[in-house]
């Protein structure tokens, strides 16, 4: 059961470099999310996206970008990579059945 | 969606029964409370979640309070394995996306 995938699951950047992380999922649904969590930290939401060729802002959206091309994929894109952005990345999803169902995450390191 | 405000940190032994609460005041009477839980180096998982009942399942139990202010997420017999963050959250569930947001969650330590 494939569920929710991202990749990369690890990637280094250097400082001003842009990168985009893939997510997508098989369950066929409607929402999806990006989170980003930094050491000790609790998950923070970056965009979401409510159906395919939508996304609002989450809590932290400034220096990222999100395409919803189609229902099965969500990318963030990070245009001008920063330290300040080294973090764990999650992506996840869910229907009106509530269950949300999260990626394995993609380790990103800015130098 | 409502701020939920849980304990940084609990512990527990073995064996033992936890009680992880959660307060969401501000909780709307549509929303449901969820609960999900994070293992070491993994994306999160879900729990269990409820609206107004108190709800079991294999995982865990919930227990919901008279007003919906607050819950309590309850491991019968904790194990090694449970050791884990957990995170309370609440939304509506109307069929489409809402700010899904989760609070710092509640540490929780498991010792023999």
């Known amino acids: 059961n494939a569920g929710v995938t991202q990749t990369p699951k690890f990637q280094v950047l250097k400082t001003g470099q842009s990168m985009t992380l893939q997510c997508a999922q098989d369950m066929n649904h409607n929402s999806m999310y990006w989170y980003r969590q930094d050491p000790g930290m609790g998950l923070r939401l970056i965009y979401y996206?409510?159906?395919?060729?939508?996304?609002d802002k989450g809590e932290v959206p400034n220096g990222y970008n999100v395409s919803r091309l189609n229902k099965r994929e969500f990318s963030l894109r990070l245009e001008s990579a920063a330290p300040s952005q080294t973090s764990v990345y999650f992506c996840a999803s869910h229907s009106s059945g509530n269950t949300i169902y999260f990626g394995e995450g993609s380790w990103l390191t800015v130098v | 969606d409502a701020k939920t405000t849980q304990p940084n940190s609990m512990e527990s032994n073995e064996e033992e029964p936890v009680h992880l609460p959660c307060n969401h005041s501000?909780?709307?009477?549509?929303?449901?409370i969820h609960w999900y839980r994070q293992l070491p180096s993994q994306g999160p998982e879900y729990v269990i979640h409820g609206l107004t009942s108190n709800v079991n399942n294999r995982m865990a139990s919930l227990a919901i309070a008279e007003d919906r202010k607050s819950s309590t997420l309850i491991l019968h017999r904790a194990t090694l394995r449970d050791a884990a963050v957990y995170y309370c959250?609440?939304?509506?569930?109307?069929?489409?996306?809402?700010?899904?947001?989760f609070g710092t969650g509640t540490r929780l330590q498991v010792t023999l």
């Open positions: 996206s409510a159906s395919e060729g939508t996304t």
């Open positions: 501000t909780i709307s009477g549509t929303d449901y």
């Open positions: 959250s609440t939304w509506g569930n109307t069929g489409t996306a809402s700010k899904l947001t």
